[in-house]
């Protein structure tokens, strides 16, 4: 076993409550958690660290470690999940694989231990208590509305997909080798305690999972025990390993994930050809042809220089532009992400109330889960778009269901059932869309449109789509 490292990780100061919410369940413990906006949940979600220290000092830096050793938010913690929640989940038909992963450690091997076919409790169990296996629980935000909640408010606050995983694992056991993930990483310790050891990165914020084998990874930089209440964060590239002591029951922490191809080589290649589409119907240079046999070439010493000229050509233009087109990752994030958690507030998916008028004042409804794009197609235009399960009809737990759930998603998207739906205007529309989506009230005859015909049919045309209400 490495031994122990010599940096250690400053510890937390005792966590606060930052919001005091009513009970959903008599059982349930208040919620330790900000709802009042994105900025405020990750501040709760970090305390004490502040957002400014956090981005600073640690973000795609160095591992965090908050340990808190406070008792209210340990029960919070343990109401996110617990072992005993399987049971009933299990019979609403889980499946090995899709929802659920049974694995261990062995050797420095992973070794899955995966049944077929739907879970049954009885043999999770018996594969827990007699094979010390861990139970991997996939997207538990699907099941656990608190998770629901907390996931919904940091996609709006990194502007990028959430998902979450569950771990538990039995005593005196280790589910995973050696490992480093292309994500970033908040854990909440939420049962038991849980044994970790961090290694300094062989890849610096990785774009893809790897195992690494013991002997290449050194000793640990940091090593201690997370306990319920506890909060651990590092960035991806990260390599770490975990175990359930000897003397605890079973270790249970959540990991929620974000940043997934979520770089800014991710976004050139999502946004160039959108510069380029444009560029080449003004500038005639990137019309004309490639030299002959170029494709047949081995060595394109000149084309490179050539192709050179062009990149800093667009680069001239990319500082003057006013719109940076990204097409496959708006969409991506529009179309995958958690609708809101509204409770019993769902009227406001449906249309109603007054109906906007010239002289109205409006506001944007869920003005963080609506997209403004402008499509390089040749018809110019621009759209504002909102997620499936908006469109009014249609249960809000749509995309909930199958939130981050890979495979199902994409299939859900062939099928028709997880698609952008929203509004398409002209061009010309595009600053009074910048207006709504900017203020937190604008008045219709205040939009920057020609005519009054036109302010009054875009605030419809938004009200319809239950995209913006009226003050």
Request: proline share 4%; hydrophobic share 35%.
């Given at each position: 076993m490495p031994k122990k490292g010599g940096k250690h990780i400053e510890k937390g100061k005792e966590m606060q409550i930052q919001c005091k919410r009513p009970k959903v369940e008599a059982a349930c413990p208040p919620s330790f958690m900000s709802y009042e906006s994105p900025e405020s949940l990750f501040g709760s979600l970090i305390s004490p660290i502040k957002e400014e220290m956090f981005f600073r000092e640690y973000w795609e830096q160095k591992p965090l470690l908050v340990q808190r050793n406070d008792p209210l938010l340990a029960a919070y913690y343990r109401s996110l999940f617990q072992l005993s929640d399987l049971?009933?989940?299990c019979c609403q038909g889980l499946y090995y694989g899709r929802d659920i992963n049974i694995c261990r450690w062995v050797n420095g091997k992973k070794k899955v231990l995966n049944?077929?076919?739907?879970?049954?409790?009885?043999?999770?169990?018996?594969?827990?208590?007699?094979?010390?296996?861990?139970?991997?629980?996939?997207?538990?935000?699907?099941?656990?509305?608190?998770?629901?909640?907390?996931?919904?408010?940091?996609?709006?606050?990194?502007?990028?997909?959430?998902?979450?995983?569950?771990?538990?694992t039995p005593q005196g056991s280790q589910g995973l080798p050696p490992h480093y993930d292309d994500v970033e990483v908040f854990i909440l310790q939420l049962e038991g305690e849980k044994h970790w050891r961090l290694y300094k990165p062989t890849v610096h914020l990785a774009r893809e999972y790897n195992i690494e084998s013991e002997d290449r990874i050194g000793n640990p930089t940091h090593e201690f025990v997370l306990k319920p209440g506890d909060l651990l964060?590092?960035?991806?590239?990260?390599?770490?390993?975990?175990?359930t002591p000897l003397g605890v029951s079973h270790s249970t922490h959540v990991t929620i994930s974000t940043y997934q191809n979520n770089s800014w080589g991710d976004f050139l290649l999502d946004a160039i050809p959108g510069l380029v589409f444009d560029t080449a119907k003004e500038d005639v240079?990137?019309?004309?042809?490639?030299?002959?046999?170029?494709?047949?070439?081995?060595?394109?010493?000149?084309?490179?220089?050539?192709?050179s000229s062009i990149l800093r050509m667009l680069a001239d233009r990319l500082e003057n532009t006013r719109e940076?087109?990204?097409?496959?990752?708006?969409?991506?994030?529009?179309?995958?992400r958690l609708p809101p958690c509204l409770g019993n507030d769902s009227d406001s998916l449906r249309p109603g109330g007054k109906l906007p008028k010239l002289d109205s004042k409006i506001k944007l409804q869920f003005r963080d889960h609506a997209v403004i794009?402008?499509?390089?197609?040749?018809?110019?235009?621009?759209?504002?778009?909102?997620?499936?399960?908006?469109?009014?009809?249609?249960?809000?737990?749509?995309?909930?269901?199958?939130?981050?759930?890979?495979?199902?998603?994409?299939?859900?998207?062939?099928?028709?059932?997880?698609?952008?739906?929203?509004l398409r205007f002209p061009l010309s529309y595009l600053?009074?869309?910048k207006q709504i989506w900017s203020n937190a009230i604008v008045c219709v005859k205040e939009l920057n449109l020609i005519s009054d015909e036109e302010k009054e049919n875009l605030a419809l045309s938004l009200w319809t789509e239950c995209l913006i209400e009226v003050i």
């Open positions: 049971k009933e989940l049944k077929e076919g739907k879970v049954n409790y009885m043999q999770l169990k018996k594969d827990f208590d007699q094979k010390k296996a861990t139970v991997q629980f996939h997207q538990p935000q699907r099941f656990k509305e608190e998770l629901w909640k907390i996931q919904e408010k940091l996609e709006c606050y990194f502007g990028s997909l959430v998902g979450s995983n569950v771990y538990i964060y590092f960035p991806r590239g990260t390599i770490h390993q975990a175990d240079a990137l019309r004309r042809s490639i030299p002959r046999q170029l494709l047949m070439q081995v060595d394109i010493a000149d084309p490179a220089k050539k192709l940076l087109r990204s097409a496959d990752m708006k969409k991506d994030f529009i179309m995958n794009t402008v499509e390089p197609d040749q018809e110019n235009a621009v759209s504002i778009t909102k997620p499936f399960p908006y469109a009014w009809g249609v249960g809000v737990g749509t995309v909930r269901e199958t939130h981050m759930m890979g495979a199902e998603d994409d299939a859900a998207s062939d099928e028709g059932t997880s698609q952008t739906h929203g600053d009074a869309l």
